[in-house]
């Protein structure tokens, strides 16, 4: 196993374009957890999924982010209708339980 | 939900000195880790330390958890160690700081 994937790992949308990233977690972890990262500052919590069902989202997050995980496998963020505001890097963790997490490589998007 | 501040935000140092980064929490969490991201933007683990002390070759982080609070301790710096490092506490999800950026000087 090799850690945490995240693909890709930059994209670069025009505004008002819809982008999907993907996250494939350690594969015996059942959490997954997605964060976003601006410049300067630390991660913030996006949503997190135990197996296939999504047990919390932060209020970050609006109705144009959607995020899933079929299966309790990988695990895909969608963000429709991208604006500039969206730009940052998009980071998966996954964990087993509530023990040390291991975070992907992040996904750096840049709306233009 | 819970808040975590790192100290200090900055720290300059010259190569071979000693360092200690802070990382003080408003509630109690039930486990706690520190990073280093890399200059590619990725969160490497460094210590995964719910409590008591523990050493990887220069580096070593102790927390006290009934304080809130925990240490990283860097020490006879490299250039290498320069870069962000952030503490996190789990309580479900992990919250983060913002982060101490470490420049050491040749």
């Known amino acids: 196993d090799t850690g945490v994937s995240q693909n890709p790992r930059h994209k670069i949308t025009k505004r008002g374009q819809n982008v999907t990233f993907r996250c494939d977690p350690i594969?015996?972890?059942?959490?997954l957890y997605w964060y976003r990262q601006t410049l300067g500052q630390g991660p913030e919590f996006l949503t997190y999924?135990?197996?296939?069902?999504?047990?919390?989202k932060s209020r970050l997050l609006s109705d144009r982010f959607s995020a899933e995980r079929p299966k309790g496998s990988f695990s895909t963020l969608e963000i429709q209708r991208t604006e500039q505001g969206d730009s940052a890097m998009y980071l998966c963790a996954s964990r087993m339980g509530d023990t040390e997490a291991f975070f992907g490589q992040g996904t750096r998007l840049t709306v233009v | 939900g819970i808040q975590v501040e790192q100290s200090p935000p900055d720290l300059i140092l010259q190569e071979g000195a000693n360092s200690t980064l802070r990382c003080n929490f408003s509630?109690?969490?039930?486990?706690l880790q520190w990073f280093h991201q890399n200059p590619w933007g990725q969160l490497i683990n460094l210590f995964y330390i719910p409590s008591g002390t523990k050493q990887n070759g220069r580096l070593s982080a102790t927390t006290v958890a009934t304080e809130r609070y925990s240490l990283l301790y860097i020490s006879s710096s490299q250039t290498t160690d320069s870069g962000v490092y952030f503490c996190a506490g789990n309580a479900g999800k992990s919250t983060f700081g913002d982060g101490t950026t470490l420049t050491v000087k040749p």
């Open positions: 999924f135990q197996n296939e069902a999504q047990l919390e």
């Open positions: 509630d109690s969490v039930n486990n």
């Open positions: 594969s015996e972890h059942n959490r």
